[in-house]
């Protein structure tokens, strides 16, 4: 299983950015996919999740409303659309599938 994350970088409080995860290794349209994200001196933090068809979606509380997962199952790729950041967005974000991690994206909001 390989898990491969990007769109992670700088942005000012109130900007986007789309986070994408290339997945290969196992039959991705099969399962639920998750991102992650832990900040400086945090635990791991569930941010959303979607079903193996896209049809549900799971948001934590700071996510709601800001954040969308989205994914194509032709591509194996899972996304993360990320709107009106704030400063406390700040973290790695992790693409994960059943007890697989990618390697993480750095997301820094800040002016």
């Known amino acids: 299983v390989q898990l491969v994350e990007s769109g992670g970088g700088l942005v000012q409080p109130g900007g986007s950015l789309r986070l994408s995860c290339a997945a290969s290794?196992?039959?991705?349209?099969?399962?639920?996919m998750n991102w992650y994200r832990q900040a400086p001196g945090k635990e791991r933090e569930l941010v959303a999740y979607i079903t193996s068809t896209g049809r549900s979606t799971f948001y934590a509380d700071s996510a709601k409303g800001r954040f969308t997962i989205s994914r194509d199952n032709a591509k194996n790729t899972v996304y993360l659309q990320m709107n009106s950041l704030k400063p406390e967005d700040t973290a790695v974000y992790y693409c994960?599938?059943?007890?697989?991690w990618g390697q993480g994206t750095q997301v820094t909001v800040s002016s």
């Open positions: 290794g196992f039959t991705f349209s099969t399962h639920v």
């Open positions: 994960n599938v059943r007890s697989y």
